[in-house]
């Protein structure tokens, strides 16, 4: 699976756009993009995933550069519940496969 | 929505015991797996398993086995607890995509 390079931490003001990125210039071409956070004390989130298209759900939209070498997980309005360590992680879809986190972003929200 | 349960959240034990974690999923899904998240090393699969009664060694499967009798329930069982299996287990559940929900974890402390 191809590695990810991803911030140490960012912060986000309430109500604003938190954009979050993730190099994977490794990536290759039957891999996909996938984004899970972290709550302190929590079990991981499945947040998003894509190919090589935007993806957009209920919790977040996925951009990925048409190379695939890097994409950005965006919160469209960010509240203090989404103060959390995100993953980026890029794996091979299609069977049961084993999920590797890095380091991860540590996001932290404020008022 | 998809729920994973684990049995405990906080967990106790001496070294030398024998230690069932629990977990169960339910919505069906074919494939489980068991995580360790431990500070500084990210997330570490132990075993999986993609239908009952199977099984598949992770990447640390050293001083754990697991049993799926049941499609909605995978157990983790330390053999022979030891200092160093104090972690965070995680247990998570998925369709055959790469979407794994997890449970709440449970943090064991082995003394």
């Known amino acids: 699976d191809a590695k990810t390079t991803q911030p140490t931490s960012m912060d986000c003001a309430e109500g604003r756009a938190a954009n979050l990125p993730c190099n994977h210039s490794?990536?290759?071409?039957?891999?996909?993009v996938y984004w899970y956070r972290q709550i302190h004390s929590q079990g991981p989130q499945y947040i998003i995933h894509g190919l090589k298209n935007n993806e957009t759900n209920e919790m977040a939209s996925l951009i990925i550069t048409e190379d695939r070498k890097s994409s950005t997980l965006i919160l469209p309005h960010a509240t203090l519940r989404d103060t959390a360590v995100y993953y980026c992680?890029?794996?091979?879809?299609?069977?049961?496969?084993?999920?590797?986190f890095g380091t991860g972003t540590r996001l932290q929200v404020t008022l | 929505d998809v729920k994973v349960t684990q049995s405990s959240r906080y967990l106790v034990k001496r070294t030398g015991e024998k230690v069932f974690l629990e977990c169960v999923q339910d919505m069906d899904h074919e494939n489980m797996f068991w995580y360790r998240q431990d500070p500084g090393l990210g997330l570490r699969l132990i075993y999986f398993s993609y239908d009952v009664k199977m099984k598949e060694k992770g990447d640390i499967p050293e001083g754990y086995s697991v049993s799926r009798e049941k499609k909605e329930r995978f157990s983790l069982i330390l053999e022979s607890a030891s200092t160093n299996q104090t972690s965070m287990y995680l247990c998570a559940s998925s369709l055959t995509s790469d979407e794994q929900y997890f449970g709440p974890g449970t943090r064991l402390t082995v003394t």
């Open positions: 490794t990536i290759s071409g039957n891999e996909y």
């Open positions: 992680i890029v794996i091979s879809t299609g069977t049961a496969s084993k999920l590797t």
